[in-house]
C-alpha cells in the first residue's frame, strides 16, 4: 500500500523547483499522492520551515513528510530518514526534522541516505531536493524500499537538534519570543497560556507587552472581534500558543516584531502609555 508524501521546502513558486520534485516522485511512483505544506519559507530559515512542519504534523495523514530547507547541500551535513510511529520523515541533517520529530513521540530508528541505487545521477550537489531527499521519499512511500536499504543506521544522539528558546518566568511576567509570523502579520509566541496563568496573568487582566524598551498596553481576549478595528490584542490561536494580532491589521506593522524578537508580558500598566495605533 502506498503512503502520502508531506512536502515543504523553501523553494518558492517562481522557478521550477517545487514542480521537478513532484516530478521525480512521479516518475518513480506514480500513485503517491503528494500534499504541499508550504515552500515560501524564507531562503535557509530552517527554524521557520521546522515550526512549521511541528504545527503541521499533527494534521497530516501518516505517511512520508520530505522537508528541504538545506543551506548546507553540498556540503558533509548528512541526508537522513527518521522513523517514528506516525511514518518517516526525510531531510537534511540541520535541525529540520527535530521538532516534528518529538512532536510525534520521537524516532525509533534513522539511517544515513547514502546508497546510490536509490539516487539520481546528477552533474553537481546543489538539488538534493531532486536528487537524493525526492527519490528516497518516493521509494518509501510507495514500498520499493525499505528504511534499511536508504543507508546505515546512525547514532540518535549525533543528529542535530533544534534549540528552540524556552520562556523565563517572573513574578508577574513572561518574557518569551516570536517563534512565527503568519501570512496575516499575526506573531505567534513561545508562551502557551498555562505559562501566563502561572504568573497570575488571566483574560481580563491589565496587560503590558514590552518589546524592547516600548510598552504597550493590550488585551487577551477570545477573538479578534472582542475588540475594535485597528487594536491589538493576544488571543490562543489555533495550536494553542499566544498570538500577538491587531483586529483588521497586522501585528508586524502595528508593533515592533518580527521572528525571534523577545517580547515581555506582565500585569498592570505601561510606564509610559504607547499606543498600538
Do not use: C
Not at 2 to 22: A, C, K, Q, W
Not at 115 to 126: K, R, W
Amino acid at each position: 500500500m502506498s503512503l502520502p508524501i508531506s512536502f515543504i521546502s523553501d523553494f518558492g513558486r517562481d522557478d521550477e523547483f517545487v514542480g521537478v520534485v513532484h516530478g521525480v516522485i512521479a516518475r518513480i511512483a506514480p500513485e503517491i499522492k503528494v500534499i504541499d505544506i508550504g515552500h515560501e519559507f524564507d531562503q535557509g530559515d530552517i527554524r521557520a520551515g521546522s515550526l512549521s512542519l511541528m504545527r503541521a504534523i499533527q494534521y497530516l495523514p501518516q505517511g512520508v513528510a520530505l522537508a528541504v530547507i538545506d543551506p548546507g547541500v553540498g556540503t558533509k551535513r548528512k541526508a537522513i530518514a527518521a522513523r517514528t510511529e506516525w511514518g518517516v520523515l526525510i531531510g537534511p541533517d540541520n535541525g529540520l526534522l527535530a521538532p516534528a520529530v518529538a512532536m510525534v513521540g520521537g524516532a525509533d530508528k534513522i539511517v544515513s541516505i547514502e546508497n546510490p541505487e536509490l539516487q539520481l545521477p546528477a552533474p553537481g550537489s546543489t538539488f538534493h531536493g531532486r536528487d537524493l531527499f525526492g527519490p528516497a521519499a518516493a521509494v518509501i512511500a510507495s514500498g520499493q524500499a525499505t528504511l534499511e536499504e536508504l543507508g546505515p543506521e546512525v547514532d540518535p544522539d549525533s543528529v542535530m537538534p533544534m534549540m528552540l528558546p524556552l520562556v523565563e518566568h517572573g513574578k508577574q511576567s513572561v518574557t518569551g519570543e516570536v517563534l512565527w509570523v503568519d501570512h496575516f502579520g499575526n506573531a505567534q509566541l513561545n508562551v502557551t497560556p498555562d505559562d501566563l496563568k502561572l504568573v497570575g496573568i488571566s483574560q481580563g487582566t491589565s496587560i503590558v507587552l514590552k518589546i524592547h524598551t516600548s510598552e504597550f498596553p493590550i488585551e487577551w481576549v477570545e477573538a479578534y472581534g472582542d475588540v475594535v478595528d485597528g487594536e491589538g490584542l493576544l488571543h490562543i490561536d489555533s495550536y494553542g500558543q499566544i498570538a500577538v494580532a491587531v483586529r483588521d491589521g497586522s501585528a508586524v506593522a502595528s508593533y515592533p516584531l518580527d521572528n525571534g524578537t523577545a517580547v515581555t508580558l506582565r500585569s498592570g500598566t505601561p510606564t509610559l502609555q504607547i499606543r498600538s495605533s
